[in-house]
């Protein structure tokens, strides 16, 4: 028979160990399996039964298992993704914005001119014998080459990957933000699931959509995708160990015992 104390010992034990086990196949919580194979560990120092500290030794290798997993606070991340999907609706599309003037014309025509420069363009003086004809020319090419300088100044140009971004009406930007909510919440389940074949397709899908439809000027919008970024390049997708080591051990002690009643 056990004593009390090595039973009390023994169901304690099991608990915790049940406990880690749930924690690593349900949740995928290495970091509360830790906690949990800890407290075990610490109850089994308070044995002197030989049987118990064979349990001991074999949690503690469930335990440096564990420990040599890589440390990803899943729970954390999910917290950080939280906030990007709480603000999805006030992040600004490119159809929010004022667009922005990249370059203009007169630009365009300097960088061109200093690739390429060209000779300066001379008017000759019109002799009193020259044709009247080839004279009002002159003067219509010098005024129109003059107003086109003027009026390039005033074009602007903005380069857009996405032009249709920028046509989208009220409804479309509503059911934009829908997608891209969908996208991030779904992130979410596959971040906690530890799915990481799903995880970069969510979060794949969520980048584009926020890379041609919203702006990537603001502030939130680049925070947005930089997280995701960084989400994108931790390693969630892992085998968590079963703990059969300690299993294993629980199992033989609990048979001993029962040979020895």
Known sequence: MLSDKA?????????????ARRQLLVLGNIQGASVALNQAVELLEQTDDPGLLQVKVAIEKDLAELNALPEVDIIKTAISLDSVINSVDILPTLADRDVQTDTTLAELGHEKSAQTPEAPRTIEPIAHNANVWQAMKSAVFVFFSTAWED????????????????????????????????????????????????????????????????????????????LLENIGSM??????????????????FKAGQRSKS
């Open 151 to 226: 009026i390039k100044g005033l074009v602007e140009i903005t380069h857009i990957d996405h032009p249709e971004a920028l046509m989208i009406s009220g409804q479309q930007a509503q059911d934009l933000r829908n997608a891209l909510r969908l996208s991030l919440l779904n992130a979410r389940l596959s971040l906690l699931s530890r799915h990481g074949e799903l995880l970069a397709s969510d979060l794949k899908r969520s980048r584009s959509l926020l890379l041609t439809y919203f702006d990537p000027r603001n502030a939130q919008v680049a925070r947005a995708v930089s």
């Open 7 to 19: 039973a009390v010992s023994l169901s304690e034990i099991e608990q915790l160990v049940s406990i």
């Open 235 to 252: 390693q969630v997708s892992i085998t968590p160990p079963e703990l059969q080591n300690s299993t294993s051990a629980i199992r033989l």
